[in-house]
């Protein structure tokens, strides 16, 4: 079954996001009209976004600033939408009776599935039909096929056909491009755009002859492209405040294909999360989003110590009924709309806005969570006590500070089982999910600890900070721990420490890289780089 391709252009995914739940009449009829859209839409001329929109469903769409799409690429992306559509619809191939598969038209025009490819982007405009077996193939419709070969003159002929490159020629095309290197210095681009001239072929495909000659012995000092592997590394090496000027000097690449490699590290790891099923899905509650509860009061430092710990265990009340729900809701949103941001993304260009979307989000997330643990901080150490039978204040140290690191684990998995929707206390689930661990450490001990011979909990035992471990992608996405211990304290700059702690969360909800530039006033196209310094002088300042 052809994998459903992704659809490039931002306002047609937009189109296609309102369309996919309407009556399947209705998805028939768009369906038609954007075929012959396909055979109408001219290269070198830009459409409006309002335009399109009517084209296809037959209404005006009342969009106060309508975004502006190049000829080329609607082009493009219309046969991504129509296969889309078909999708939605549940096309079957009955209802196409009439219609040829890529292989008949492949025949028909004599030309390779790769060119047909290529003509596909030209405006080809394919169907994604479903046969009795459920499985899917793309179709055209005859009537398109014909009215296609009218307006791309030759195309019945096989006028389009390219033979391949013979290893003659190939051998002639790298002679020639190291003679460019060798005497006038050019580049490999340029040579392979004076070679394609020479020869008639286009410019990738020379490129890519070239390309592989520099794999195999390079002659214009180019390195190979990195892997996914090297992307991870750089992603790392970047997390921990190295410049994008050294990661040049040391890969001896471009600063575009360092940020890209990087980009699609990050892509993967968010991806990875999704087909894992650790970000779920369905609706987003954006109301709980914008309430107070799930904005202010968050990204508090975890207690340092055992006492520390019990001191606010103690001191805590009930958890607030509207607070709780109004977190609840929102972390559960947050990964909805995570788990949407990641299916968007493309596989081969992710763009780093949609990544910063997507990872702020997960970060809110996680400060969320941290303070609906925290909340139940009572009902753990009540429930350790009980289960006990002594306070934890004379029980062994070192057990007591395990059990209390699994105790806080358990809670965090409770967290992620309850449903914001059906209502119902946190405490409850918290409550079973740590008796059960308890239970299960007191009866591997043989019993309660309170009469061994160990030392006592004194209270200055020291904690882990659980809050860096409650949700799985906080592994990457939170700086080093000495940038907050600097940040909050109002170093290296102040300038410094507003930046940090506005951007991780460290006291309200975390902000995106555009959302910091409005706040503190900061140049657009400057923030990674600011933020990249900010880093660095906070792990300098550290050490």
Not at 39 to 61: F, H, M, N
Not at 393 to 407: D, F, I, S
Request: with cysteine.
């Amino acid at each position: 079954m052809p994998r459903l391709p992704e659809q490039p252009i931002d306002a047609i995914r937009d189109l296609e996001a309102q369309l996919r739940f309407a009556p399947r009449e209705a998805l028939l009829r768009d369906i038609e009209r954007a075929e012959r859209l396909c055979l109408s839409i001219e290269p070198g001329v830009k459409y409006p976004e309002d335009w399109v929109c009517q084209a296809v469903t037959g209404y005006r769409a009342q969009i106060v600033r309508p975004r502006l799409m190049e000829g080329s690429e609607l082009l493009a992306s219309m046969p991504v939408l129509l296969q889309r559509l078909c999708e939605h619809a549940g096309l079957t191939e009955a209802e196409v009776p009439d219609s040829l598969g890529l292989d008949e038209i492949s025949e028909r025009w004599r030309v390779s599935r790769a060119t047909l490819s290529r003509l596909r982007r030209r405006g080809l405009p394919t169907l994604r039909v479903r046969d009795g077996r459920r499985s899917a193939r793309v179709v055209v419709r005859r009537e398109m096929v014909e009215a296609f070969e009218r307006s791309h003159e030759g195309l019945d002929r096989g006028a389009v056909r390219s033979a391949r490159l013979s290893a003659a020629e190939t051998a002639r095309i790298v002679a020639r491009a190291a003679r460019y290197r060798r005497c006038l210095g050019w580049s490999l681009n340029k040579a392979a755009g004076r070679l394609a001239g020479k020869t008639g072929r286009s410019r990738e495909a020379v490129r890519q002859v070239l390309q592989r000659a520099e794999a195999e012995r390079p002659m214009f000092g180019h390195a190979p492209p990195l892997r996914e592997r090297e992307g991870r590394v750089l992603r790392r090496a970047r997390a921990r405040g190295v410049t994008l000027q050294a990661m040049v000097k040391a890969t001896r690449r471009s600063p575009a294909s360092i940020r890209r490699a990087i980009n699609l590290a990050r892509a993967g790891l968010l991806r990875d999360l999704l087909e894992r099923g650790v970000l779920e899905t369905g609706l987003v509650d954006e109301g709980s989003l914008r309430a107070k509860p799930a904005n202010e009061g968050l990204g508090g430092p975890a207690p340092a110590t055992l006492e520390e710990l019990l001191r606010a265990a103690r001191a805590r009340g009930a958890a607030v009924p509207f607070e709780e729900r109004v977190r609840l809701s929102a972390y559960q949103s947050l990964r909805r709309r995570a788990a949407a941001g990641v299916a968007g993304l493309s596989r081969l260009h992710p763009a780093a806005a949609a990544l910063d979307r997507i990872e702020t989000d997960l970060r809110w997330a996680a400060r969320l969570k941290a303070e609906l643990v925290r909340s139940q901080l009572r009902v753990i150490v009540t429930t350790i006590e009980a289960r006990v039978g002594s306070p934890i204040e004379r029980t062994p140290a070192g057990p007591m500070v395990a059990l209390l690191g699994e105790a806080i684990a358990a809670a965090s998995t409770a967290v992620d089982s309850i449903d914001a929707a059906r209502g119902g206390r946190v405490a409850a689930g918290v409550g079973l999910a740590v008796d059960r661990v308890v239970a299960r450490r007191v009866k591997a001990a043989g019993g309660p600890w309170s009469g061994r011979a160990a030392p006592m909990a004194g209270g200055r035992e020291a904690l882990g900070d659980w809050t860096r471990t409650l949700c799985e992608w906080q592994r990457w996405l939170e700086p080093d721990a000495r940038v907050r211990r600097v940040a909050v304290a109002g170093g290296p700059s102040e300038a410094d420490a507003r930046l940090l702690v506005a951007r991780f969360g460290w006291g309200g909800r975390p902000r995106t890289l555009t959302e910091l530039c409005e706040e503190l006033d900061l140049p657009e196209n400057r923030a990674p780089a600011l933020e990249q310094a900010a880093l660095c002088r906070a792990l300098d300042a550290a050490r």
